[in-house]
């Protein structure tokens, strides 16, 4: 009985969390249609919060929520709605898979209305995907493009030319050159495809991969004009990129519903075995035409 009394604890509270989350993300959207999907979805959460505190016979405080609702503020301010959303609908499906266990343990008339909830939850997920369109998002094939790229090219470059100089400032430099004239290439390529993509702007495509491109490559190439260590910067600057690489692939893997570690194993992989194969390649090449160390630290 205290088991049960607990779960019930744990899903008004949830409940609560819920329905704070969305009402704050309402009170902040500009835009009538997603704040009314939004205002619809506080309205539920606090039904079904009602009904677990109801079950209980006593309210549900949570501790820290003003501090947990701020926390989805800010993801909501840095990363857009429908990531938000979806990442919160990740925990309404587990949710709903406890619920689903729990019936069996309430009476018939309870669990005849927690069947209502459960299939509220579940229109939440389809709301969410079908009613919440950000361009952010319709691009972000085209961002995670510029992204993985310039990750396994820069740094197959800044690993080729680690087996051929120990100047930290060439081989930064070759970073920017390389990833300048590659990010033009990628922005065209984006623009090229998108052409050929309804509801999608070629200029907007290719403005994204390219600044995406950019921003990677110049992250990438920072280490080696601040730090005058060539394996220190070089392993900085992995780092940078395995977290470049965890940072989008669990954002695409929260949009696209995959498996992050799976998806972040494979991404890890390329580009280490990229880096590996251009050193090995650099320092064939260095030590064949007699130039390597030529250029100093």
């Not at 835009?31 to 009314?36: F, Q, S, T």
């Not at 470059?157 to 050159?177: D, W």
Request: aromatic share 10%; hydrophobic share 45%.
């Amino acid at each position: 009985m205290e088991k049960i009394e607990e779960e019930i604890r744990r899903f008004c509270q949830d409940e609560l969390v819920d329905s704070s989350i969305y009402e704050a993300l309402a009170k902040r959207e500009k835009d009538p249609k997603k704040r009314e999907i939004l205002e619809r979805m506080s309205r539920d959460e606090r039904m079904h919060y009602e009904f677990w505190k109801k079950m209980l016979g006593a309210d549900c405080h949570v501790a820290g929520l003003k501090w947990r609702v701020l926390q989805i503020v800010i993801i909501r301010k840095l990363f857009g709605l429908t990531f938000t959303s979806l990442l919160l609908e990740r925990h309404e499906r587990d949710v709903v898979e406890a619920y689903e266990k729990f019936e069996k343990y309430i009476p018939k008339e309870e669990a005849e209305v927690l069947k209502k909830v459960i299939e509220d939850e579940e229109r939440h997920e389809k709301e969410t995907i079908s009613g919440i369109d950000e361009k952010i998002v319709k691009y972000m094939s085209f961002i995670i493009l510029g992204l993985a790229d310039a990750i396994v090219e820069i740094n197959g470059v800044h690993a080729g030319f680690l087996g051929v100089t120990e100047s930290t400032i060439v081989t930064g430099i070759a970073g920017l050159v390389v990833g300048l004239s590659a990010a033009i290439s990628m922005a065209s390529a984006a623009y090229l495809q998108a052409k050929h993509e309804s509801g999608k702007s070629p200029r907007t495509s290719a403005l994204m991969t390219g600044i995406a491109y950019i921003l990677a490559v110049v992250a990438l190439a920072l280490p080696y004009f601040i730090i005058r260590h060539m394996l220190s910067a070089f392993g900085i600057s992995i780092s940078l990129g395995i977290a470049m690489i965890a940072g989008f692939t669990y954002y695409a893997s929260v949009l696209q519903e995959k498996d992050f570690l799976k998806e972040f194993f494979e991404s890890t992989t390329l580009m280490m075995g990229t880096a590996l194969a251009s050193y090995l390649f650099g320092d064939v090449l260095g030590t064949f035409f007699g130039i390597r160390g030529i250029f100093g630290p």
